[in-house]
């Protein structure tokens, strides 16, 4: 069972539109980290949230946390090729004690396609 | 400085071989990771050190051995690998390890720095 669902699992879209990915779980997290990450490189961190309804801004990204703190969007205003990539959405750890992994949960990420 | 660097980026090695993957960061970070990835797959944790020390171990096959010399460095010792262990090597660090338990909800510290990866291939 996969502790972290992300949505959509592809998406490719043309420049300038808006979109958004969903992580959902069924477990409270104490924090949700969304990374991005290219071919061959490692994941880079884009922002963490840690407050039940909590929304960042990085610049045309819009991140949200959950009231519950059981998941996390990732809204992209005005879509770009240099938006590309794989969005990981993870979790370290769930609150349940006994439960869940280790270290960070990943979910299955969102392979994003912007098309010029 | 929020760097972790991995060496080698790319790897090239036979079944019989013995190589070994580094890791080092300098953020003061007590936590340090290795993850494996396929292509199209997120990663998946193989090991955990918290304060130098072995915490998790994911039923990782022996012909992985993970190895922290020091709070900064952190290295993958490969050997009689196979052809499927063919993967990206992705090392990470966190402030600390925060583990199974909850810790009062609402904290930076899982927060992970990952490095470039190494890029293994078994022939």
């Known amino acids: 069972t996969q502790l972290l669902e992300q949505s959509p699992q592809f998406l490719s879209i043309q420049e300038g539109e808006n979109l958004t990915v969903y992580c959902n779980s069924s477990?409270?997290?104490?924090?949700l980290q969304w990374y991005r990450q290219e071919p061959g490189e490692g994941p880079v961190l884009l922002v963490t949230?840690?407050?039940?309804?909590e929304v960042k801004k990085l610049k045309r990204l819009t991140f949200q946390f959950g009231d519950a703190r059981k998941d996390s969007s990732l809204h992209i205003t005005a879509a770009q090729p240099g938006d590309t990539g794989l969005y990981l959405c993870?979790?370290?750890?769930?609150?349940?004690?006994?439960?869940?992994?280790?270290?960070?949960?990943f979910g299955k990420g969102t392979h994003l396609i912007i098309q010029p | 400085d929020t760097e972790v660097t991995q060496t080698p980026k790319h790897l090239v090695m036979g079944m019989t071989n013995k190589k070994s993957l580094k890791c080092e960061q300098h953020m003061g970070h007590r936590a340090m990771y290795w993850y494996k990835q396929k292509a199209k797959k997120p990663p998946e944790l193989m090991f955990v050190?918290?304060?130098?020390?072995?915490?998790i171990n994911e039923s990782v096959p022996s012909r992985f051995s993970p190895e922290c010399p020091n709070s900064s460095l952190l290295n993958l010792h490969l050997h009689a690998l196979q052809p499927e262990d063919s993967a990206l090597y992705l090392c990470?660090?966190?402030?600390?390890?925060?583990?199974?338990?909850?810790?009062?909800?609402?904290?930076?510290?899982?927060?992970?720095?990952f490095g470039q990866g190494t890029r293994l291939t078994v022939v």
């Open positions: 477990s409270v997290f104490s924090s």
């Open positions: 949230v840690v407050t039940g309804g």
């Open positions: 993870a979790g370290g750890p769930p609150t349940e004690s006994g439960g869940g992994a280790d270290g960070l949960t």
């Open positions: 050190y918290s304060y130098e020390k072995l915490s």
């Open positions: 990470a660090s966190s402030q600390l390890f925060v583990g199974r338990l909850d810790v009062g909800g609402g904290n930076r510290e899982a927060e992970a720095f």
